[in-house]
């Protein structure tokens, strides 16, 4: 069953750095009242939060507010010594893997070195990988240190794209070609599947490649979640369908969330992702996969009809 | 039965505009059942219950059994007693099975 159109979303991504941030602390704490009092569930600070210089206040007010919070890490100094002037209890951690990436390889050795400096101030931290054309060819090898070096979480989160936020330059995001390209390494380089690991895959396709089979875990799915269940706020307050939809409802920096989550803006988009894109017409597994990242279909493939650029065409 | 607890681990909200709008639909007369207003998450999933189990839900704070959950539930809903006490029963083994809820 997919979810019913939500009055707030339960996961958010907030930037902490990017054009026209937002100034002051009194503005910033406001805006992490409200994602707070609007029953977000979850909160991840993204572009370099750590060094953002209100980060322990809008940590602190985020995490009283009932948020799980999250901070993304690229493991500089200057990152870990911000984190370790946090109070307690600390945000989560995500490592960004494609930090440490040298050479198109995975520079384990250092990674390795960050996590267990890390372990070593009782934080547990997640490794993360945005997916890049130039870089899926890491994947099975993140996988494996991932099961060697007891990393618990592993997450591929969606691409970020548009002109209002950091993107990854188009001609870098993975379409069906890759994707063709990355299932046949992984048929030759699968590793073996790390027991204990969390592992968390936004796109659809990605996903049906590294768990076959598994399509039950899915199941809640019910297709693209932007603008409902998850949401994006840039460093000026702009709210947005999600991180790979940019299209802007509201500010958060004068509007409550709940209030800019009932928009007509917020509302389109949900009418647009309940339509069928023409592209997918006729595909026998529309009713699995629902279209993939809506926001990348519709911004990036209109000659595909709307279908995710990571679908080659309708399957029959 | 004993007193049906909500699992710690479970995150949860009230969908209250959502509610709101259910409740509207249902004095109008129409079928409401599939139409979620509490929103749950167990193990990283997400899943919504509807008006009645929601409202059930809400109940299960380790403080009520299911008769009383029942009992309070009549006030608001005109559906005969057993009816609604077979609902609340039926709720509370699927989730307790389900490990959602714990026995006080």
């Not at chain 2, 929601?54 to 959950?69: H, K, L, V, Y």
Request: proline share 6%; net charge negative; with cysteine.
């Amino acid at each position: 069953m997919g979810l019913d159109l939500l009055d707030t979303p339960v996961r958010l991504t907030w930037d902490l750095h990017g054009p026209g941030a937002a100034a002051g602390d009194a503005v910033l704490t406001a805006m992490a009242d409200r994602i707070a009092a609007a029953g977000v569930f979850y909160v991840t600070l993204d572009q370099r939060p750590l060094v953002h210089p209100a980060v322990a206040a809008i940590v602190a007010r985020l995490a009283t507010g009932g948020c799980a919070v999250t901070v993304t890490c690229s493991g500089s100094e200057a990152e870990l010594a911000a984190l370790a002037r946090l109070p307690a209890p600390l945000p989560a951690v995500q490592l960004d893997a494609g930090a440490f990436l040298a050479d198109g390889l995975v520079d384990r050795p250092r990674l390795k070195q960050l996590l267990e400096r890390l372990r070593g101030c009782g934080i547990e931290a997640a490794l993360f990988l945005l997916p890049r054309k130039s870089n899926l060819h890491v994947i099975p090898s993140l996988l494996d240190f991932c099961r060697t070096a007891g990393v618990q979480r592993f997450k591929l989160p969606n691409a970020r794209i548009g002109d209002t936020f950091e993107s990854i330059p188009a001609d870098d995001l993975p379409c069906w070609p890759d994707l063709a390209a990355f299932r046949e390494l992984w048929a030759r380089q699968a590793p073996e599947w790390p027991a204990a690991l969390q592992l968390e895959i936004h796109d659809r396709f990605l996903w049906e490649i590294m768990t076959p089979g598994a399509e039950q875990a899915r199941s809640e799915y019910g297709g693209c979640q932007a603008a409902n269940s998850l949401g994006h706020v840039d460093a000026a307050g702009t709210v947005y369908a999600c991180a790979a939809w940019p299209e802007p409802f509201g500010s958060l920096a004068t509007t409550d969330l709940d209030v800019i989550w009932q928009s007509p803006r917020r509302l389109a988009v949900r009418a647009r992702v309940a339509e069928t894109p023409s592209g997918c017409l006729g595909c026998r597994d529309y009713a699995v996969c629902f279209g993939g990242c809506r926001g990348l279909g519709e911004l990036l493939n209109s000659a595909g009809g709307g279908r995710d650029p990571m679908c080659r065409a309708p399957r029959r | 039965m004993p007193n049906p607890r909500r699992n710690p681990e479970i995150i949860w909200r009230i969908e209250r505009r959502r509610r709101d709008e259910v409740l509207r639909a249902l004095e109008a007369g129409e079928d409401v059942g599939d139409s979620g207003t509490v929103l749950l998450i167990e193990k990283g999933t997400m899943h919504q219950l509807n008006l009645v189990g929601g409202m059930i839900w809400e109940r299960c704070d380790g403080t009520r059994d299911p008769a009383q959950i029942a009992a309070e539930l009549a006030v608001e809903f005109a559906v005969e007693r057993g009816e609604l006490q077979a609902d609340v029963d039926e709720f509370v083994k699927d989730l307790t099975a389900r490990g959602w809820l714990l026995d006080a």
